[in-house]
């Protein structure tokens, strides 16, 4: 990238944005800037390159990659569909279910329907999302890897701006946001994080938690992908950018 200030007046400064486009997430330790000037006549050009003694640390990217979008929206309708539930605020009536408490029961509604009717509430203030990374990583999948780590940072963001508590695990650090970090803890975490060969994450599954598990074994998972509120995504749920 070119910056190009037109003049500099005498002891004064200018700041200016530069954007870099960086290939990798990560630690980026090279850090090189190169100055030239024709002051004060234009004839000739001196240079001089100057290197950053800082390392700059590379987020994951948060643009969204084709497909990140659907699959968001996807969740959401889902996230929404099993936090409904007891709560504080009314989300609708529907027919009784052998799980309802009596005391849910909607008579008027019943009497009019003829038909056993139950107000169902949203627990909105105690959702939380909590996405499981799964760092066992076979051979060959490393690419797929990095494709998982961009779809964690961009789900981590987009839904801790909507509001909802989120988690983060793997088999070698948990994050929970807001209680005990925030979003740029568990950016700054994925910036970082590599393949470990070890067991996958226990899941346990959790009603008070929607569960999203990225894998590359999918396989090792199928009996929680069984439970409500949990979803997996493997390589064919999670294909890569063509």
Same mark, same amino acid.
């Not at 994080?193 to 569960?211: H, L, M, N, S």
């Given at each position: 990238?070119?910056v190009?200030l037109?003049?500099?007046?005498?002891?004064?400064?200018?700041?200016a944005?530069?954007?870099?486009?960086?290939?990798?997430?990560?630690t $980026?330790?090279?850090? $090189?800037?190169?100055?030239?000037?024709r002051?004060p006549?234009?004839?000739?050009?001196r240079?001089?390159?100057?290197?950053v003694?800082?390392?700059?640390?590379?987020y994951?990217?948060?643009d969204?990659?084709?497909?990140?979008d659907?699959?968001?929206?996807?969740l959401e309708?889902?996230?929404e569909?099993?936090?409904?539930g007891?709560?504080?605020d009314?989300y609708?009536?529907?027919?009784y279910?052998? $799980?309802?408490s009596?005391r849910f029961?909607?008579?008027?509604?019943?009497?009019h329907?003829?038909?056993l009717q139950?107000?169902e509430f949203?627990?909105?203030?105690?959702?939380?999302v909590?996405?499981?990374?799964?760092?066992?990583?076979p051979d060959g999948?490393?690419e797929?890897?990095?494709?998982a780590v961009?779809?964690?940072a961009?789900l981590?963001w987009r839904?801790?701006?909507?509001?909802i508590?989120?988690?983060?695990?793997?088999q070698e650090?948990?994050?929970?946001?807001p209680?005990?970090?925030?979003?740029?803890?568990?950016?700054?975490?994925?910036?970082?994080v590599?393949?470990?060969?070890t067991?996958?994450p226990?899941?346990?599954?959790?009603p008070g938690?929607?569960q999203?598990?990225?894998?590359a074994?999918?396989?090792?998972?199928?009996?929680?992908a069984?439970e409500?509120?949990?979803?997996?995504?493997?390589?064919? $749920?999670?294909?890569?950018?063509?």
């Amino acid at each position: 990238s070119v910056v190009y200030l037109p003049v500099i007046p005498a002891k004064s400064k200018v700041e200016a944005p530069l954007e870099l486009l960086f290939p990798k997430r990560g630690t $980026q330790q090279s850090n $090189q800037f190169l100055f030239s000037t024709r002051f004060p006549f234009g004839f000739t050009e001196r240079r001089i390159e100057v290197d950053v003694k800082h390392d700059i640390l590379i987020y994951p990217c948060l643009d969204p990659h084709p497909g990140f979008d659907d699959l968001l929206e996807s969740l959401e309708g889902e996230i929404e569909s099993h936090f409904r539930g007891m709560g504080d605020d009314f989300y609708l009536i529907r027919p009784y279910q052998v $799980q309802d408490s009596a005391r849910f029961v909607d008579w008027k509604a019943s009497a009019h329907t003829g038909q056993l009717q139950v107000r169902e509430f949203a627990r909105n203030r105690d959702r939380e999302v909590e996405l499981l990374l799964d760092l066992n990583v076979p051979d060959g999948l490393d690419e797929w890897f990095e494709h998982a780590v961009d779809c964690a940072a961009f789900l981590s963001w987009r839904l801790a701006a909507g509001g909802i508590r989120l988690g983060l695990r793997t088999q070698e650090e948990e994050f929970h946001v807001p209680d005990e970090a925030n979003v740029y803890a568990i950016l700054k975490y994925l910036a970082l994080v590599e393949p470990v060969y070890t067991k996958a994450p226990i899941v346990v599954p959790d009603p008070g938690r929607f569960q999203i598990i990225l894998s590359a074994r999918p396989a090792r998972f199928e009996e929680a992908a069984e439970e409500d509120g949990i979803r997996v995504l493997g390589p064919d $749920q999670l294909p890569l950018s063509s």
